[in-house]
Each structure stands twice: as C-alpha cells, then as structure tokens.
C-alpha cells in the first residue's frame, strides 16, 4: 500500500509511516518470541487458543495485568539474544 505524504509530492510505503525502519541486516523483534522461549506457562496456553477470541482475550489479561517475568528479565533476555535497543538522539 502506497500513501501521499501530506507534507510533500513523493509517495512513500504504508510500511513507514507505521513502523521505523529496521536497518538492512537486522530483524525486529517478534511479538511473544520471548514468551515462548522461556516456556512461560501461560504462552503456552494462549497457544492453545484462536488468537482475538473470547478465551484468549481472558488469558491474555494475564500477562496485561501480572506477567510472570520483570521487565530485567526481559532486557537482558534481549541483550543475550542479539536485540539493541536503542532510540533517536534528543534534538537540543
């Protein structure tokens, strides 16, 4: 899909307007991978489940509202399996 920039005359890809570039060489981080990696009980179940349904939803909420693993668990699980995580310079 194809969108008219608003700012200018040149077309640029859906693709960008919602996602920033991923540099050539590089892969981004795919929903849930860790999830699955650490054999989180309830990734497990959810897979069990048709993703968007009722039950799935109601799983889900788990993770929402109590994941079973910390935010450093999570950092350095990227950081061990090759992720940068990194952000655009601040402007002054």
Do not use: N
């Not at 991923?22 to 981080?29: F, L, N, S, V």
Request: with cysteine; aromatic share 12%; glycine share 6%.
């Amino acid at each position: 899909m194809v969108l008219k920039s608003e700012f200018s005359d040149c077309f640029l890809p859906f693709e960008l307007l919602v996602h920033p570039m991923i540099p050539e060489g590089y892969q981004e981080y795919r929903s849930r991978e860790f999830c699955r990696d650490v054999g989180c009980p309830v990734q497990r179940l959810l897979d069990t489940k048709e993703k968007g349904s009722e039950e799935y939803e109601r799983i889900r909420e788990i993770c929402k509202q109590g994941c079973l693993h910390s935010a450093r668990e999570f950092h350095y699980w990227l950081i061990d399996h090759g992720y940068l995580i990194v952000r655009p310079k601040q402007q002054p």
